[in-house]
């Protein structure tokens, strides 16, 4: 992991909501975000990025590490990620070959006798674990809160190797987040025969959602179960059991303030026969992907209701919304029945 040498600060000042934003939270919490993937960045490439509204570059030094930069040169403004060169363990502008290191700090003016003081780069905290290279985002620009855990399916021989999905959404990350406590949803939106008991608890920064499914198959019901664990917005897995064991790390990063870049990467256990290892999980995979286009169109049109008017079969809605309030610099006030007898209620 890397450590931003030079943090910026909003100095207390309070988020406001942009014109026409459909949002009542800041369109970019407080949390770890996937921003490639390790194989797509080897030793010496360069890839810009665009998230949270600016323009990033990453970039791996010869000794393997990941390292994020705002991507703009404090000299004339060129962009690191095109044209950008790795140097040993910096990144040297295509404009006039000013080196940055991995903190931001510039280390070399190759035709100046003096670095000046300002030549300094915001440098992002990096992950990069389970095959996911991550940044930490945080509006005033304090050091991660909490750490991304080892998945033991990762690089495991006994799973499948990652496959990979991924959607541009017009939506926020705690709308998507939202759906795994929404039981009533997924009888009336994805038409599964029961309206799955969903339970959650808020384990610090982890919402852990646990409902047990009936898996209608042609030899007959099978019983199984979903466990969903949200490590903040940015950063899920989600384990299914029953017809096939089979886990979705599931990462939503905001590009700008209407639109995230989803990615879901699933990986099974082997089965004996490798046939029927690819046949069922490429089955469950589309059915996921099935009920994600299912949900595109309402995340894509819908409002935040801050206030929701909720019974008590919509599921841990209230506990939910206590959870998500941590991961904001300025969070809106909860009612009195979202924190308190209504996540009570909505969780039975």
Known sequence: MTTTADRPQTHGRAWEAPPGYRFDVPPFPNCW?????????QPGEVMPLHYFGRELVLFRGEDGTARVLDAFC?????????????????????FHAWRFDGAGRCVEVPYAQRIPPLAKLRAWDVCEKNGLILVWHHMEGKP??????????YGNPAW???????????????EMAENAVDSAHFKYVHGTPEQPKTRAEIDGHILRARS??????????????????????????TRFTGIV?????????????????????????KMANEDATKGVSRAFINEIERQLGQDI????????QMRPVLCDGDGPVGIFRRWAKQFYTTA?????????????????
């Open 297 to 304: 169109p309402i995340w894509e049109n819908k409002v935040m």
């Open 245 to 269: 064991e089979t886990l979705l790390v599931s990462s939503v990063t905001p590009i700008d303030g209407e639109y995230v870049d989803v990615r879901f990467s699933f990986t099974v256990k």
């Open 160 to 174: 499948t190797p990652y496959v990979r999905k991924r959607w541009k959404i017009r939506t926020h990350n705690q």
């Open 144 to 153: 991660p809160a909490y750490e991304i855990p080892d998945l033991p399916e």
């Open 332 to 348: 809106p006030e909860l009612s009195p029945a979202e924190a308190g007898d209504l996540g009570t209620a909505a969780s039975r």
């Open 74 to 94: 404090p000299h004339l403004g060129a962009h690191l990620g095109y044209g950008g060169l790795v140097v040993e363990d910096t990144i040297r502008c295509p």
């Open 212 to 237: 047990p499914v009936n898996y209608t198959t042609p030899q007959g019901t099978v019983e199984g179960g979903i466990a969903s664990d949200s490590y903040g917005f940015g950063f899920g897995t």
């Open 33 to 41: 975000f996937q921003v490639a993937y390790s194989d797509e960045l």
